[in-house]
């Protein structure tokens, strides 16, 4: 499990916000997400993962924030569509980056 999994799943979200946009050319917050442009994303997943997400789902845990972390499996399924071999190493990405190192108060060493 990732150190920190709701900071995990904002940065998610970010980077599957961008997915979208250059996938879809849907250039929007999830917030103003139309049904059209939520059937377009399920389109797509489902041709890139071969699995979906509802549209009650991208309405509890993307629109709206919802308080509780998503199911695993489907952490799994957006992180494929981003690109990454899975939730894990997403969030391990995002773990090693030097931002996520900065916010935890961690010192960055730039050598030449």
């Given at each position: 499990?990732?150190?920190?999994?709701?900071?995990?799943?904002?940065?998610?979200?970010?980077?599957?916000?961008?997915?979208?946009?250059q996938r879809l050319a849907i250039h929007k917050d999830f917030s103003d997400?139309?049904?059209?442009?939520?059937?377009?994303?399920?389109?797509?997943?489902?041709?890139?993962?071969?699995?979906?997400?509802?549209?009650?789902?991208?309405?509890?845990?993307?629109?709206?924030?919802?308080?509780?972390?998503?199911?695993?499996?489907?952490?799994?399924?957006?992180?494929?569509?981003?690109?990454?071999?899975?939730?894990?190493?997403?969030?391990?990405?995002?773990?090693?980056?030097?931002?996520?190192?900065?916010?935890?108060?961690?010192?960055?060493?730039?050598?030449?």
């Amino acid at each position: 499990m990732p150190e920190n999994p709701a900071q995990c799943l904002e940065a998610l979200k970010v980077e599957l916000q961008a997915q979208i946009a250059q996938r879809l050319a849907i250039h929007k917050d999830f917030s103003d997400y139309s049904g059209q442009d939520i059937s377009l994303f399920q389109e797509d997943l489902l041709a890139k993962c071969q699995s979906s997400v509802s549209e009650k789902w991208f309405y509890t845990h993307l629109k709206n924030q919802h308080p509780k972390l998503p199911r695993i499996d489907v952490l799994q399924i957006l992180a494929r569509y981003c690109d990454y071999g899975s939730w894990e190493a997403f969030c391990q990405k995002q773990d090693t980056e030097p931002t996520a190192q900065a916010r935890r108060g961690g010192k960055l060493w730039l050598l030449p």
